[in-house]
T-cell receptor
Framework: KNQVEQSPQSLIILEGKNCTLQCNYTVSPFSNLRWYKQDTGRGPVSLTIMTFSENTKSNGRYTATLDADTKQSSLHITASQLSDSASYICVVSDRGSTLGRLYFGRGTQLTVWP | EADIYQTPRYLVIGTGKKITLECSQTMGHDKMYWYQQDPGMELHLIHYSYGVNSTEKGDLSSESTVSRIRTEHFPLTLESARPSHTSQYLC????????????FGPGTRLTVT
């Protein structure tokens, strides 16, 4: 069964600190992996998207890594800010159907305290 | 920033009412999607469309219906709202191959009393 598991479920850090969020998936055949940021009551906003051949991609203070062999990804946030408080969702797309089905993780709820 | 809009943003309505959630995008994307998301849970695909007059049901069974008469418009309708329909509904669109980059709207938070 294709699945996306994220950890931790929730995380509290102090402003200015770094953190790393994890995503493990079993989706096959793999097409791409995306990380989204979702503020409370808003739609998800894309942070990064990586294909099989990419193992790291940065977007400002956000750096995503991908190990397609172990089917793991991480999202590293550097020098956290209060505005980073949100849910971070890992989404994996397969290439086994014309739909290019998306598999969503439940997200990691990050809270940044001053 | 993606140009995809949803209205209303919040809706509180009584049981048995008919409601329509609006979704519009100005990017000319051929593919559009509706997702349902409960608090702390993953998004579930309930409807998708690959173009005008094309609609399909998604992974999660839903009593809602959709239509795609125009490329930019993908409304979702509930003929008779029930408390079990209380959820957040997210609209998304994409261009290019299926599974390509999805742009999400801001969502509609629906509460049925």
């Amino acid at each position: 069964k294709n699945q996306v598991e994220q950890s931790p479920q929730s995380l509290i850090i102090l402003e200015g600190k770094n953190c790393t969020l994890q995503c493990n998936y079993t989706v096959s055949p793999f097409s791409n992996l995306r990380w989204y940021k979702q503020d409370t009551g808003r739609g998800p906003v894309s942070l990064t998207i990586m294909t099989f051949s990419e193992n790291t991609k940065s977007n400002g203070r956000y750096t995503a890594t991908l190990d397609a062999d172990t089917k793991q990804s991480s999202l590293h946030i550097t020098a956290s800010q209060l505005s980073d408080s949100a849910s971070y969702i890992c989404v994996v797309s397969d290439r086994g159907s014309t739909l290019g089905r998306l598999y969503f993780g439940r997200g990691t709820q990050l809270t940044v305290w001053p | 920033e993606a140009d995809i809009y949803q209205t209303p943003r919040y809706l509180v309505i009584g049981t048995g009412k008919k409601i329509t959630l609006e979704c519009s995008q100005t990017m000319g994307h051929d593919k559009m999607y509706w997702y349902q998301q409960d608090p702390g849970m993953e998004l579930h695909l309930i409807h998708y469309s690959y173009g005008v007059n094309s609609t399909e049901k998604g992974d999660l069974s839903s009593e809602s219906t959709v239509s795609r008469i125009r490329t930019e418009h993908f409304p979702l309708t509930l003929e008779s709202a029930r408390p079990s329909h209380t959820s957040q509904y997210l609209c998304a669109s994409s261009a290019g191959p299926a599974g390509a980059f999805n742009h999400f709207g801001p969502g509609t938070r629906l509460t049925v009393t």
